[in-house]
């Protein structure tokens, strides 16, 4: 049977209010809209049970009224309320499967709109309901809707929610039978407001249970963290997620890494190094061989940078290969090796990537034993860009001299490169701080930004470039400390200089650069 679809008078009529009060649960994502070709909005038999059910009306009452033809059934504690600013599309509110039976004040407040997970996809062969027709009670076969459909239906709309903001991370954490859903978009957790959300009592553990069987796990907990994978087809497109499971105090982690190898892969540019950086960057890379050191406060940011550097190569002129212990985002024209999926330790894949011809290799998190093997590809004449986890540039030299003989180091290594995202002000909404010899400004609140203050991200980069004084500083052992500030007086920008000359062109924040600089 097709389905019926209402119009917002129809739905007035029906339940004894008034039509602005049914644009206003529209508008909260309490009823899922669905725009006709002529730009009408029509509600569904499927929507319209559903939020009524989630609502505690008598559903058999309702439609014996219906039956009679008494349109004056009234549904009392629907709530009303003010209505919230429409949000543009990536915007949109969470759709009723995810939302709670009541809605809370907070979620009520004008101010705390949350980014949509979609209406309910149109169901094929729906027909239209006449304006003059009255609803007939056959909107009552729509209601059989089990639990697992409903979880399904929130589950697929935070992967598609997720990829449509670009998080990289989904944190749900399990307490009891409540459950918290937290996305990091730009680095950082966003865990109250826009991006926090307690799903309806019941569903909770089932939502967990249905992320660990899509990844293929177990569904009873081990008592130890337990990692695999899956895909999900989002927008005609496969995109590839990591769950790592963890049972806690009380509750379980859920943690799941986006993998979108659709996204645009990053080149200087994109990642908004200043150019003059960025020239500095390119000047390394134009040598034949030589190590390069990126540091990072995290795997995913160094790497991000290997991978603009990887763009930058001439792919076709040579061969790169990237190498990780685990697997992570796609390096475009590279070939991947994961070492543990090869059974290999990261250093034994670095010298296996010998027998591969290849040019230039990219290795995720350098440890010492790998290190000496990035050393003997630079001495066979290769170029190797190798990510550490440190604070800076002053870090990554000083555990560079503290593992590695000074003649080795002072001859191998072209370079040591510091990076770090910061998040950029949205320009919509961005404040004027406070009057100063330059402009200084601080994060807003708009609907093109989803209420965070900031869009997208700019990259701080300092390149001490191994050369000249520098290199003769190494050769005799000197420290860590003794090498920057020699590179420093020659003219190499730190990244607190970066960062200060970012804030000077109003496109960060003094609170971004404490947070990310300290």
């Known amino acids: 049977m097709l389905e019926r679809l209402f119009s917002t008078d129809q739905i007035a009529e029906l339940l004894g209010t008034s039509p602005s009060a049914v644009h206003g649960w529209i508008q909260r994502g309490w009823l899922p809209p669905k725009r006709l070709p002529d730009g009408r909005i029509r509600i569904s038999e499927h929507g319209l049970v559903r939020f009524l059910k989630d609502r505690g009306v008598d559903i058999a009452a309702l439609m014996a009224r219906i039956s009679e033809r008494d349109s004056a059934v009234r549904v009392k504690d629907l709530p009303v309320g003010n209505d919230p600013e429409p949000q543009p599309d990536e915007q949109r509110q969470l759709s009723e499967e995810a939302a709670p039976a009541a809605p809370t004040e907070e979620e009520a407040a004008p101010t705390e709109t949350e980014p949509g997970l979609g209406p309910e996809p149109e169901a094929e062969g729906v027909a239209q309901a006449e304006p003059s027709e009255a609803p007939e ?27 449509a903001l670009r998080a990289t ?108 950086d960025a020239d500095c960057l390119r000047r390394v890379l134009d040598e034949p061989c030589g190590l390069v050191v990126l540091a990072g406060t995290s795997g ?155 869009a997208g991200t700019v990259g701080l980069l300092s390149v001490l470039h191994v050369e000249g004084q520098v290199r003769r500083l190494l050769r005799r052992g000197a420290g860590a400390a003794e090498v920057v500030d020699a590179a420093v007086s020659e003219g190499m920008r730190t990244l607190r200089d970066c960062g200060i000359a970012r804030l000077r062109e109003g496109v960060t924040s003094r609170e971004e650069l404490r947070r990310v600089l300290g």
């Open 300 to 454: 995913s940011v160094g790497w991000s940078l290997a991978r603009a550097i990887s763009a930058e190569l001439e792919a076709s002129a040579r061969e790169i290969i990237a190498i990780e212990d685990r697997r992570g985002e796609p390096v475009d024209s590279a070939t991947h090796l994961v070492a543990t999926e090869a059974g290999l330790t990261l250093a034994e894949a670095v010298r296996a990537s010998g027998e591969l011809d290849g040019d230039v290799l990219l290795i995720r998190g350098l440890t010492e034993e790998a290190a000496s093997a990035a050393f003997e590809a630079v001495s066979e004449g290769r170029m190797v860009v190798a990510t550490v986890f440190a604070r800076g540039v002053s870090e990554a030299l000083e555990m560079m001299v503290d593992s590695i003989d000074k003649w080795t180091l002072a001859s191998a290594l072209a370079a040591v490169a510091a990076y770090v995202p910061v998040r950029k002000l949205c320009d919509e909404c961005k404040v004027r701080a406070r009057k100063a010899d330059f402009p200084v400004y601080r994060p807003g609140r708009c609907a093109e930004c989803g209420r965070i203050g900031y």
């Open 169 to 276: 991370h989904i944190h749900l954490d399990r307490t009891q039978d409540k459950l918290t859903l937290r996305l990091r978009i730009d680095g950082v957790l966003h865990e109250k407001g826009n991006f926090r959300r307690r799903l309806p009592e019941g569903l909770a553990w089932q939502l967990c249970e249905h992320f660990r069987s899509l990844a293929g796990l177990s569904a009873e907990l081990t008592g130890r963290p337990v990692s695999a994978g899956f895909r999900w087809a989002i927008e005609d497109r496969q995109v590839e997620f990591r769950l790592t499971c963890c049972p806690t105090v009380g509750g379980e982690k859920v943690l799941l890494r986006v993998l979108d190898a659709h996204r645009a892969a990053p080149d200087l540019a994109s990642l908004g190094i200043a150019e003059e």
């Open 137 to 163: 009670a056959n909107v009552v076969e729509a209601c059989g809707d089990c639990a697992l459909g409903r979880v399904r239906q929130v589950a697929e709309a935070i992967l598609r929610d997720a990829v």
